[in-house]
Each structure stands twice: as structure tokens, then as C-alpha cells.
């Protein structure tokens, strides 16, 4: 069994400031790892993903996050916040055995203040 | 390129109705999927395809839920009879394979049961 728990329903950041949103897994085979983000009314957008290559992966929109296997995470960066950055993001795990099923989090919703 | 079309939208009906969602995954793409997402919560995937075949529906509350693709393309899901607690937005994705590769979303559709 695969799980995702990410700590924080919601970040509040202002602009200009450093973006952390907390991913952890759980599974019990080598992980692909996804984090998708969804904007009001809309559906999920893929930011980035680790599928056992480069453990620092980079996204879209400055978006970054680094796979670390002894603490189980994947947290996602960015440098400096964008008031356009403002939306739902979801970390989510998908197993070798179970094909590309996603196993989602709860979702973070990050707020950005002027 | 096309993305993942859906359609309704909005959908509001009474409990004990029936209701169905289509979708149309990006041309060429074997693999769909259908994800329930409550408010508030993570997307949950209820059931996915490879081609017209099912490779998973374990989440998928049989009793009241049947999907189907059966020219291997287009997908329908229905509720029948439908129940308070299937309010969600239902979320259609299709990948061109099956894994670890990206999953594209439509926009989903909104139901409301009252």
C-alpha cells in the first residue's frame, strides 16, 4: 500500500518569499513521485515529477523539489512566491506495480500576500 | 494537441437519480482514468483503463458506479441511484502509457447531489 501526507492544508507566503510545501510518502517499492497543481475551477497541472533519475528535479514556473529516500519526502520549492502562484498543490505516488495509478495528499493551498 | 475533454461541466440532481459523465482522453492515449475529488480533499482514483480492458476498479463502489470505454477511447461514467455523499468534481486523465508517465487532466465535472 502507497500513501501521501502532506503537512499543512494551507501556507500562507508573501511575495517575494520562499515557497515550502511538505510532501512525505509512504510505499513499499521504489516510488515515482508527482506534484500537480490546481488553479480554481480547473483541472490538475503537472509542476513536476521523480521517476528514479536526478533526485533534485525541476519544474515548471520555478517549482523545484528534491527526492530524499532516507526521510521518505519530496517537498516543493521555489525561490520567491508569485501572487500567480496562488492555487491548490497536491503531491501524489504512483508504485512500479501499480502502474500510473496516483495515490494523492490532501492538498496544500498556498496563498500569496502583496 | 487536444487536451482531456469532459463534459457536463456543473451537473445538480436529486438523490436517487441517475447521472452520467463523459470524457474524452487525448488522441492516441491508451490509459484512462477516473478520479472522485470531495471538496477539500485529494482526487481518489476510482477506476482506470488500459485500452477497453480494466486494470483497476478496487475504489470503485460497484453497487452504484459502472464505467466503461468500450471502443477503447471514450469513456463514460454513471451513478445510478446517486447519494448526498457523491458530491465531488470527477476528474477524467489518460497517459500514453502506463507507467510512471504524466497523466493529463480535464477540467472535471462538478456534481451536486441535493
Known amino acids: 500500500a502507497q500513501s501521501v501526507t502532506q503537512l499543512g492544508s494551507h501556507v500562507s507566503v508573501s511575495e517575494g518569499a520562499l515557497v515550502l510545501l511538505r510532501c512525505n510518502y509512504s510505499s513499499s517499492v521504489p516510488p515515482y513521485l508527482f506534484w500537480y497543481v490546481q488553479y480554481p475551477n480547473q483541472g490538475l497541472q503537472l509542476l513536476l515529477k521523480y521517476t528514479s533519475a536526478a533526485t533534485l528535479v525541476k519544474g515548471i514556473n520555478g517549482f523545484e523539489a528534491e527526492f530524499k529516500k532516507s526521510e521518505t519526502s519530496f517537498h516543493l520549492t521555489k525561490p520567491s512566491a508569485h501572487m500567480s502562484d496562488a492555487a491548490e498543490y497536491f503531491c501524489a505516488v504512483s508504485s512500479n506495480n501499480a502502474g500510473n495509478m496516483l495515490t494523492f495528499g490532501g492538498g496544500t493551498r498556498l496563498m500569496v500576500k502583496p | 494537441e487536444a487536451g482531456v475533454a469532459q463534459s457536463p461541466r456543473y451537473k445538480i440532481i436529486e438523490k436517487r437519480q441517475s447521472v452520467a459523465f463523459w470524457c474524452n482522453p487525448i488522441s492516441g492515449h491508451a490509459t484512462l482514468y477516473w478520479y472522485q475529488q470531495i471538496l477539500g480533499q485529494g482526487p481518489k482514483l476510482l477506476i482506470q483503463?488500459?485500452?477497453?480492458?480494466?486494470?483497476?476498479d478496487s475504489q470503485l463502489p460497484k453497487d452504484r458506479f459502472s464505467a466503461e470505454r468500450l471502443k477503447g477511447v471514450d469513456s463514460t461514467l454513471k451513478i445510478q441511484p446517486a447519494k448526498l455523499e457523491d458530491s465531488a468534481v470527477y476528474l477524467c486523465?489518460?497517459?500514453?502509457?502506463?507507467?510512471?508517465?504524466?497523466?493529463?487532466f480535464g477540467q472535471g465535472t462538478r456534481l451536486t447531489v441535493v
Open positions: 486523465a489518460s497517459s500514453s502509457e502506463i507507467w510512471g508517465t504524466e497523466a493529463f
Open positions: 483503463f488500459q485500452n477497453n480492458g480494466v486494470v483497476d
